[in-house]
């Protein structure tokens, strides 16, 4: 269907965004669920430990009394059973006592003292035995389950109990669970809503970019004179948007140039074809009279050279431009830029003479070597002189000078004219376009345009330097060829600007 994008952009628009949003979901709770676990389990054992800890010396306290008042083994006091039951209440744990001399009279029961009648958890017994041998504190943890021992002492140097506290970590693992059920709540909300925002998203992207997709085919249909798209947003299909307009408005200028062309083109085609027609048709009247006028028919045939240099510089114009376009390599190698603007100037001496006007090839101070091609080099110095004889004033002077100047060497010519308007100096070098002093003279109005080509293709510039009464000035503007090959970058900025 014209103007809409295909549906499949959307759906993996939304598939790529709810895989995102799942995977995310998925990898945090990988990353976070297990060391949360582990966390847990290690913080709840570090408390039972201190909280062991804590209550040591009370324990000890109690064996310290029945050890005093020669207690019979057995029978404890009810402090003993006090201080297990708030050991108890404080940690939620088992509190068990293991007396060895207890354990020697009496083998069905291991412990002298445990606040639970059930089986004791396994290792208990194992775990407090190590704690009365080695008389050093002790924890250990299997799953779900933290054991830790202390010594207690009486006043002899050895261990007479050993106080054991049992917790099942049941609480780590509900924690855990409800964490792991929160992020599978928040999965089964997140992902809708995730759907919701990319079905959201993908309609507005696409709706924008079906906008500057049927903008493509109106011009496709009308041309580029088809309405501008418009999108103001910052971000990537404004820029999409934004470089279609100015697609759009080169190739608007492309078509105003090209049109510029053909009108040009067939009014300067057909003068000089019309004066020849009409050139040759009167002489071949005149022959087959034998009528025929030799001064005539010798101003007839100057007329006609002259229309035909006219075809024959329109003709090399356009050769140069296809060139260019065709982007046809330069050479690259010192040119001795002295001798070039001798022997262009050398070229125009009949010319000048015809409009009354002298061609002044300033010699440089001493060999001026620029890098280039030496016929594209040759080829801009006629341009520029060609655009001085025609536009500048009859019987003004028309100056060329090479010169160097450190990492440049530069070529001038400079005429006695009124010079170029600033709002023109931009536009000369435009293909196709002709200046306001151009008037009826000959041309495509592309002589400026291939020259600059020329000179950015060899590395170079070509610009307008001077304008009001201080006549036009013109400068070519290339590397030198005894610079290094890469010059600093000031010289670099200072030749292309």
Known sequence: MRGRLPAGLRWRLLLALVATSAVTLGATALVVLPPLQDRLRSQSAESLETQVGAAQQ???????????????????????????????????????????????????????????????????????????????????????????????????????????????????????????????????????????????????????????????????????????????????????????????????????????????????????????????????????????????????????????????????????LSRLDAAVPLRSEPVELGEIVRAVAAEFELRARERSTTVSAIPPDGPCWGRGDPDAVARVVRILLDNALRYGPRGGPVRVEAQSRGYRAVITVEDAGAGIPPEERDRIFQRFHRGAAAGSSGGFGLGLAIGRELARRMGGELDVDGEGSSGTRFALTLHSAHAPAEPPRDERDRVNA
């Open 58 to 320: 009370n324990f000890q306290r109690v064996f310290q009394k029945l050890d005093a008042s020669k207690a019979e083994i057995g029978a404890y006091p009810d402090e003993l059973a006090g201080l297990a039951f708030e050991l108890t209440d404080q940690t939620n744990a088992r509190v068990m006592v293991l007396d060895d001399a207890f354990r020697s009279t009496d083998s069905r029961n291991q412990f002298l003292y445990d606040n639970e009648f059930s089986e004791p958890p396994r290792g208990a017994l194992r775990l407090g035995l190590e704690v009365m041998r080695t008389g050093a504190r002790d924890v250990q943890v299997d799953g779900d389950d933290v054991l830790v021992a202390v010594p207690l002492y009486s006043g002899g140097e050895n261990p007479s109990a050993v106080l054991v506290a049992d917790r099942q970590l049941s609480d780590v693992a509900e924690l855990v669970e409800q964490v792991q059920t929160r992020f599978l709540i928040a999965a089964l909300v997140g992902l809708p809503v995730a759907m919701l925002l990319a079905i959201a998203l993908s309609s507005t992207l696409l709706r924008r970019l079906g906008r500057l997709r049927a903008v493509a085919l109106r011009i496709t249909r009308e041309g580029p004179d088809a309405p501008t798209p418009r999108d103001e947003r910052r971000d990537e299909v404004g820029d999409l948007a934004r470089a279609l307009t100015r697609m759009q408005e080169e190739l608007r200028r492309q078509e105003a140039a090209r049109r510029a062309f053909v009108s040009t083109a067939s009014h300067e085609l057909r003068t000089p074809l019309t004066m020849l027609q009409g050139t040759l048709e009167l002489l071949e009247e005149d022959i087959r009279s034998g009528r025929l006028d030799e001064l005539d028919a010798l101003r007839q045939v100057s007329d006609a050279r002259i229309e035909l240099d006219r075809l024959s510089a329109l003709s090399g114009e356009l050769l140069d």
